[in-house]
């Protein structure tokens, strides 16, 4: 693939950052440089900040019929499955995501979009019920834009992250600056690309690839900015919410997670281990809500494990453009010694290394960032493999004796993003899944995320909720709007209190 070049989208045009400074995309699989990218510093943050400011104080975005913007989201998402081929092809190479994801992750991304132009059509003006009454007042909730938003997204999903922050914003009315990863800002820029020619007015979207210290830190503290949007770590989103914290800013964290995978003895065994494995090596375990933790019967320890173990042994590792592999590489160099640190650390905490464990010695793969699928057996809940978020394709599995503790371990976590319950009885999977403290619990399935059902996390793994019209309202400030009906000052019930009657 050629080496492209990829400037700061500020107020609808391309333009260089004004120190000048660029940094390099690399390709995960063969460490090629798949693209070098302006770096947005302080002063080019506080220019996009300013253009959003502008476009939304002054700009037709929030006053525009919400028709109008419904059919600009729309052109969007069709511009964006126009262009699949070319963008699956870019995800591939700048994210090490297999080409069989990034295939899902365009289509999902067009979908999606496509989903947030019909909620912008929406009329979101309601009664306040039973409270109005003719001849007394009449009550409204009107839901408008809060205004400036500055989102903030990771590297593992990066165009998918981009719509799902760009399509709830600007269908309820706001301006916004997106910081993309570092690690993978390419389609997010073919995204500015789309979004200046289906004609969105100039500074409605910012787009500014750049670093979390500089162009980011710049994002949450400015008092320009009503809202932050962001995904990405627990540690990180602490941060974010205690500089947003300056100004009383809005906002939404969705952050990590270390979600329990349970199976009940009753389960369908062949279709656990194969779900047990999707949930946890999908994306070489580079998911926020992945399976990390497995949770196993006594009764069905030893048999589940062992077929486990012989299924895992099978991924194919290898290019990622390549239909045939199963898992590519994760994410930078960084990335694999941290996932290689949690290793070691299993191990000297006394689990079982049942297979994986390592970077394969495979010559073929030695220039990409591999991590073999590893499981660990004979986990303790309490062992850092099993509490802190490792994000790359390694699973503790934890035994359990009776339904009632396998609900305390899955729940002893600082983290609630996501869980999973397999039985072939469908009433007791809902009596379990009642029981978790998290935001999503798949029955028999993993990893199903729609633009339709609110998404996040209880406890550290964040703060509201995306998708669905309880993520639109996110991006919306709520106005009580009360409009007298009584017409004579002599009704009111004030008039006796405080107002001298002449
Ligand atoms: P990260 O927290 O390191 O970075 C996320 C984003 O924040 C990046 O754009 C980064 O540049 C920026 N950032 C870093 N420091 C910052 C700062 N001080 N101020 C402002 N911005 C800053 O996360 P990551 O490594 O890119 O992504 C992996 C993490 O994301 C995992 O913890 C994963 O669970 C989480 N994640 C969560 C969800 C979810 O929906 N809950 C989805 C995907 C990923």
Not at 243 to 266: H, M, W
Not at 403 to 426: F, P, R
Not at 479 to 496: A, N, P, Q, V
């Amino acid at each position: 693939m050629a080496m492209t070049h990829y400037q700061l989208f500020i107020n609808g045009e391309f333009v260089e950052s004004t120190a000048k400074k660029t940094f390099e995309s690399i390709n995960p699989y063969n460490q090629e440089v798949v693209a070098t990218v302006s770096r947005a510093s302080v002063e080019d943050t506080r220019a996009a900040i300013s253009a959003a400011r502008k476009a939304f104080d002054e700009g037709p975005w929030p006053r525009m019929k919400r028709e109008e913007r419904s059919a600009m989201l729309k052109a969007i998402s069709d511009k964006i499955n126009e262009r699949q081929k070319e963008l699956i092809a870019l995800e591939v190479a700048d994210s090490g995501s297999t080409v069989r994801k990034a295939n899902e992750d365009i289509y999902l991304s067009a979908r999606n979009m496509n989903y947030f132009s019909k909620l912008a059509a929406l009329e979101l003006t309601e009664p306040v019920e039973g409270l109005s009454k003719p001849g007394f007042s009449q009550n409204l909730i009107i839901r408008e834009p809060i205004g400036v938003v500055g989102a903030i997204i990771p590297w593992n999903f990066p165009l998918k992250m981009a719509v799902w922050k760009l399509g709830p914003a600007l269908a309820a009315g706001n301006t916004v600056v997106l910081k993309p990863s570092e690690l993978t800002p390419c389609t997010a820029m073919e995204l500015a690309v789309i979004i200046r020619e289906v004609g969105v007015p100039p500074g409605v979207v910012n787009i500014i690839p750049g670093f979390g210290d500089e162009a980011g830190e710049e994002l949450v503290r400015s008092p320009h900015v009503d809202k932050i949007s962001f995904t990405g770590s627990t540690a990180v989103g602490k941060r974010v919410m205690s500089l947003a914290s300056e100004n009383l800013k809005k906002i939404t964290l969705e952050c990590g997670g270390k979600s329990a995978n349970i199976i009940l003895e009753d389960a369908d065994m062949d279709l656990a281990v194969d779900g047990a494995m999707y949930a946890i090596f999908y994306h070489q375990g580079q998911c926020c809500e992945a399976g990390t933790r497995l949770l196993l019967p006594q009764s069905k320890y030893t048999e589940f494990l062992e077929r486990l173990v012989a299924k895992t042994q099978k991924i194919k590792l290898g290019n990622p453009a390549d239909s045939s592999t199963d898992m590519g590489p994760v994410i930078s160099k960084k990335q694999q010694e941290r996932i290689i640190g949690y290793i070691a650390k299993g191990k000297a905490e006394g689990a079982r290394v049942a297979t994986g464990g390592q970077a394969p010695k495979d010559q073929s793969l030695s220039r990409g960032f591999f991590i073999e699928p590893t499981i660990f057996a004979d986990v303790d809940n309490r062992m850092t493999i099993a509490q802190e978020e490792i994000f790359g394709p390694v699973l503790s599995v934890i035994r359990y004796e009776s339904e009632d503790q396998a609900v305390a371990l899955a729940n002893d976590s600082i983290y609630g993003l996501g869980g999973g319950v397999w039985s072939k009885n469908k009433d007791r999977a809902i009596s379990v899944a009642k029981k978790l403290r998290a935001g999503t619990v798949w029955i028999n399935e993993w990893h199903l995320i729609s633009e339709r059902a609110p998404f996040g996390g209880y406890k550290q793994s964040g703060i509201g909720r995306e998708f669905g019209i309880d993520g639109l309202k996110e991006y919306t400030e709520t106005k009580h709007m009360h409009i007298d009906e009584l017409g004579t000052r002599e009704k009111k019930f004030w008039y006796d209190v405080v107002v001298p009657k002449s």
